[in-house]
């Protein structure tokens, strides 16, 4: 088992910056991948970044150049540093790890970006 506890969300001006933080505890030897999803209200749960064991990372293109996914493999966590925030970006952002048994997710972290 994988227990994940994610902080960092707030309320922000537009043109600000945040940094998202997933702590991963319990079987954390066999996490491979990290990564993060949001959902705005109202739509569906979207893909936001994601980073290999070895460090390779993917944005989707909406994020890309303001967003940078990280991972600390000694302390097991995932961090999404977001600048440049839009009000688009407003959504509870979760963290979500695979392992080689299953996926895990976090409880969520709201992130407010006001125009």
């Known amino acids: 088992q994988v227990q994940l506890v994610e902080s960092g969300g707030c309320l922000v001006q537009a043109g600000g910056s945040l940094r998202l933080s997933c702590a991963a505890s319990?079987?954390?030897?066999?996490?491979?991948?990290m990564g993060w999803y949001r959902q705005a209200p109202g739509k569906q749960r979207e893909w936001v970044a994601t980073?290999?064991?070895?460090?390779?990372?993917n944005y989707r293109d909406s994020v890309k150049g303001r967003f940078t996914i990280s991972r600390d493999n000694a302390k097991n966590t995932v961090y999404l540093q977001m600048n440049s925030l839009k009000p688009e970006d407003t959504a509870v952002y979760y963290c979500?790890?695979?392992?080689?048994?299953?996926?895990?997710w976090g409880q969520g972290t709201q992130v407010t970006v006001s125009s």
């Open positions: 979500r790890v695979q392992t080689t048994a299953r996926d895990y």
């Open positions: 319990g079987s954390t030897f066999s996490i491979n991948a």
């Open positions: 980073i290999s064991r070895g460090g390779s990372t």
